[in-house]
């Protein structure tokens, strides 16, 4: 008897322990302890479910349950299509249509692991996570996180490249972000970390970076790694980018560490570019830091110690210049007249030609020479008339035009060389003051040097502070046309001011403008449509060089077309006093000269064969007649 009772009640014990689910164990020491470690349960949620436990081969038990179960542990709920609980590892794998709760989260998945130990949760095939605070999604191919424990920060991490949509604010409709990364991490409620690759889009901005950190707190956005980002017509770059976004709109941007920012009309460079945004409009951009700050837009340039630009209505409205403050203004079209060096080579070959045609050697040779030949030619026409005071006549008149020639083409000479000298100084001069601003640039590690030119291709100035006030355009900007480039309207230098510019005083005299340099302590210059129209100084001096129009002088090109028109019409027309042979041989000889002889002879009148020098200054003061 006492036999059977003890076989039934193991019989009894083997069957309870085959049949129906396993309460689960309570978990080991260790890990979980720490976590505030939960006791799991499971009840099926369908009438048509069953469960199979066997051993596995260390002799731990494993439970297959098939049919929709519901899972819970602390304030985490789990269900899936069927499960493997094993209670070796303490693990449990859900399969199939897996639905996943906790007081931060929720997740969809097709495959779940749970480690009872670490309460930490595996999600892999097509998840897809929420997080309750602010409705921030992630869809991946795997999410790692822990189960959310009072006291622990929720971390979630999703490798594989990740989607996630991320809601900067607590607003009802606010506008998320969207980014794709390596590697995606929520850390506790308000913040998004991304890694590998990041790039973030939103409709007001285009970003991209090795990393980036989002945070709900205070709309703040970190790019580091390569990054740039883009927003209202501007690009971004810098060795990282910080960016605010409270209030569903952009409203900061900084570059911080070799900052450049570029759009369609300028460029800045900087050691910190900031910009500040408001209703999707650019208002200011900054840019400063160690080194030199840089700003280009179309011909003009800027730099500085530190440069701000206020824009208004998407246009630059003023623009500050403060330490070392330079602004060019370059004119490709403009075209450089000739140097120095050409006007010496023009006049040189000028003066040679001269000296050639007026030698008085060759010139008495020939004409001698040729005397002889005239007279016999002409005489027996002339019944055989001796000519030897004509001879002698023609010579001595040929040797003082000679003569005279050499003299009035040294004066000459002379004169231009001086003109030359005086322009050469003048033009070193104003090179010398360009040059204290080079020279104080090449000191420097920073960016290459600014080349402020003297040959009039370019409007310049500095000083320790530069103030330029624009005119905008009334037009209104469209997508399709954009606003015309503002013009410049004032622009204000003060503390040891210098200026090189260029200006038409008098469009009546000539086209061309003057060239003009002006050195103050403050100096202040007004525009009408881009052009500089009047110029003030405080304690200021300077000078000015006109164009050879303006005082009636022509220019070097000029002078050398009136030289050749010239020329041409002392060799096709005679002058009317010569065109009688001399009265004194007439009345002496009582007889006229042939035509060979008369032209011979008024060929050799003095100063006849005299031709201008090109280069040089006009032999006669204007309005008088030659």
């Known amino acids: 008897m006492t036999r059977g009772c003890i076989g039934f009640a193991s019989c009894l014990a083997a069957a309870a322990w085959l049949a129906g689910p396993i309460v689960a164990q309570e978990p080991e020491a260790g890990v979980g302890s720490a976590l505030d470690r939960c006791s799991l349960r499971w009840r099926p949620l369908e009438a048509d479910t069953r469960s199979v436990t066997n051993r596995d081969v260390t002799g731990a038990h494993v439970t297959v349950l098939s049919g929709r179960y519901l899972w819970t542990c602390g304030t985490a709920t789990m269900e899936a299509d069927s499960a493997i609980k094993r209670d070796g590892p303490r693990q449990v794998e859900l399969l199939g249509g897996v639905v996943y709760e906790d007081s931060i989260r929720t997740l969809k998945s097709e495959r779940l692991l749970y480690f009872q130990l670490s309460d930490f949760i595996i999600a892999e095939e097509n998840v897809e996570l929420v997080r309750l605070t602010d409705h921030s999604t992630l869809l991946g191919p795997r999410v790692e996180f822990l189960r959310a424990v009072s006291g622990i920060d929720a971390v979630t991490t999703a490798p594989g490249r990740p989607t996630v949509t991320f809601y900067p604010t607590n607003t009802e409709s606010p506008e998320p972000f969207e980014i794709e990364s390596e590697l995606a991490i929520f850390a506790g409620e308000d913040e998004a970390r991304f890694y590998g690759d990041a790039v973030i889009a939103r409709s007001d901005l285009n970003a991209q970076a090795d990393s980036a950190m989002l945070t709900r707190a205070d709309g703040l956005g970190v790019l580091w790694g390569e990054p740039w980002i883009e927003a209202e017509g501007i690009r971004l770059e810098g060795d990282s980018i910080r960016f605010v976004s409270q209030n569903e709109e952009l409203e900061e941007i900084h570059a911080i560490g070799d900052g450049y920012a570029s759009g369609e009309r300028f460029e800045v460079a900087a050691e910190l570019v900031d910009i500040d945004l408001a209703n999707r409009e650019v208002e200011q951009v900054q840019a400063h830091g160690e080194g030199v700050s840089r700003a280009l837009s179309g011909s003009h340039e800027l730099r500085g110690d530190s440069i701000h630009f206020v824009m208004y209505a998407g246009q630059i409205d003023t623009a500050y210049a403060v330490g070392s403050a330079v602004a060019v203004q370059r004119d490709s079209s403009w075209a450089v007249p000739p140097g120095p060096e050409a006007a010496v080579g023009d006049s040189a070959a000028a003066d040679s030609t001269a000296t050639d045609t007026t030698t008085p050697d060759s010139t008495a040779t020939d004409t001698t020479a040729a005397a002889p030949d005239t007279t016999a030619a002409a005489a027996p026409d002339t019944a055989a008339v001796p000519a030897p005071d004509t001879v002698a006549a023609a010579a001595q008149d040929t040797v003082a035009a000679a003569a005279q020639d050499t003299v009035a083409a040294a004066t000459q000479d002379t004169v231009a060389a001086a003109t030359r000298d005086t322009a050469a100084a003048a033009q070193d001069t104003a090179a010398a003051a360009a040059s204290n601003t080079t020279e104080a640039e090449a000191d420097d590690d920073g960016p290459a040097e600014i080349e402020l030119p003297t040959d009039g291709s370019a409007n310049w100035a500095r000083g320790d502070t530069l103030i330029a006030v624009f005119e905008r355009s009334a037009a209104p ?45 403050r100096i202040q210059v007004d525009f009408e449509a881009g052009e500089p129209t009047g110029v003030e100084g405080e304690h200021a001096i300077g000078a000015y060089l006109e164009p050879r129009e303006a005082f009636g002088t022509p220019s070097p090109a000029d002078s050398a077309a009136v030289a050749d028109s010239a020329a041409v019409a002392d060799s096709t027309t005679a002058p009317p006093d010569t065109v009688a042979a001399p009265p004194d041989t007439v009345s002496r000889r009582g007889h006229s000269r042939s035509p060979d002889v008369q032209l011979a002879l008024r060929n050799r009148q003095p100063g006849r064969e005299r031709r201008a020098t090109p280069g040089a200054l006009p032999a006669l003061r204007p309005g008088r007649s030659r």
């Open 477 to 521: 900007a469209t997508d399709s046309v954009p606003a015309p480039d503002p013009f410049m309207q004032q622009l204000v230098l003060d503390g040891n001011a210098s200026a090189f510019y260029r200006m038409v005083r008098d469009s009546t005299t000539s086209a061309r403008p003057s060239l003009n340099y002006l050195v103050a302590r």
